[in-house]
């Protein structure tokens, strides 16, 4: 949830609505303007938000999914039943999709808002599962993102526990607040904060895809899966990508459930995530209005010998080095 403020004003389909709560108080739910209540079971708890000190017991409240808002009608606390409440209206985005474009922003902008958390590259304090990381998921990704500009961000080990759980691998509440754009490059098997969103989480906490090897007839496959549907949006043979010369990369932003954006970006090695950084700072970031889907492929290719990954077919010079003309994007939703 975004956030909570006093609302006195009127808005979208319930014309009347200040009136309505002060003269009724009305001990009802109503969802949009005509849809039926739906029934709590089966419903998920997925973060509780508590009120501001004076908004006292929520009598009755108004949802506009269309908006993205819900308005709960409220007392004052002690006050007189007969005395004026107030209506508080509230972000109802929690654990729903953002825009790339609109972390790219967030990039370019800069600010305390704006916070990098780098894998580290020793094994302390790293989650079950999780090691060391390469330097390239830090300088060369992380290190490329920085470059467009932004400045006064601020910036974090993994394995920091004034910063991470090391229990969980959650960035911290305390100190991640709501709006916050917290930017991870690597993937699970480096990162304690990404093996916590792609792998560990639960609820609107996930990322909205991850990552899996499977084997199929004895072949194993690099894949990236979309969690809602568990449909595959990317695969590739694992050998496609050893020699560091091809690769995938999986980007993909998210409010968690504290409402903070999460940006990660993941290759499948360590090459994969520098082109994924590479291809937001030459596309995204250069025109973020038309990048507006929350998770993307790309590829990338430096042989001289064609790739082919879906409907994309990608050539390189051979050079051993990531270039521009050598990456694509392959998918996005
Ligand atoms: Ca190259």
Not at 50 to 65: E, F, K, R
Request: hydrophobic share 45%.
């Amino acid at each position: 949830m975004k956030s909570v403020d006093v609302m006195a004003r009127q808005k979208g389909c319930f014309p009347s609505l200040m009136t309505q709560f002060r003269a009724a108080l009305i001990m009802s739910i109503v969802l949009g303007c005509h849809a039926a209540v739906p029934a709590v079971n089966g419903q998920v708890r997925v973060v509780a938000l508590p009120l501001n000190p004076g908004y006292g017991v929520p009598y009755s409240a108004v949802i506009d999914i269309v908006s993205g808002f819900a308005y709960f009608g409220t007392f004052r606390s002690g006050a007189a039943l007969d005395e004026v409440g107030q209506v508080v209206k509230i972000g109802t985005d929690a654990g729903t999709a953002i825009g790339l474009g609109q972390v790219a922003s967030a990039i370019v902008s800069g600010g305390t808002n704006l916070a990098y958390i780098y894998p580290a590259t020793a094994m302390g304090s790293k989650l079950p599962g999780v090691v060391a990381a390469d330097p390239s998921d830090i300088f060369a990704a992380a290190g490329a993102l920085q470059a467009v500009g932004g400045t006064g961000y601020r910036q974090a080990w993994d394995n920091n526990p004034n910063w991470v759980s090391l229990t969980t691998g959650r960035p911290l509440g305390n100190v991640y607040t709501s709006g916050n754009y917290i930017i991870l490059t690597g993937g699970p098997g480096v990162h304690n904060c990404i093996k916590y969103y792609m792998d560990l989480a639960t609820g609107a906490d996930q990322s909205p895809a991850y990552f899996r090897a499977v084997n199929l007839g004895g072949v194993v496959y690099y894949q990236f899966i979309l969690r809602s549907s568990g449909s595959v949006i990317a695969s590739v043979p694992a050998t496609d990508v050893t020699g560091l010369r091809r690769d995938l990369c999986l980007i993909q932003c998210f409010r968690d459930t504290d409402s903070r954006v999460a940006l990660i970006i993941t290759g499948l090695t360590l090459k994969g995530t520098e082109a994924g950084a590479f291809w937001v700072v030459r596309n995204v970031i250069k025109n973020p209005s038309s990048f507006m889907g929350s998770i993307y492929v790309i590829g990338w290719n430096d042989l001289s010998t064609a790739w082919s990954n879906a409907s994309v077919t990608l050539t390189g010079n051979n050079d051993g080095f990531v270039d521009d003309n050598e990456i694509q994007m392959i998918s996005y939703s």
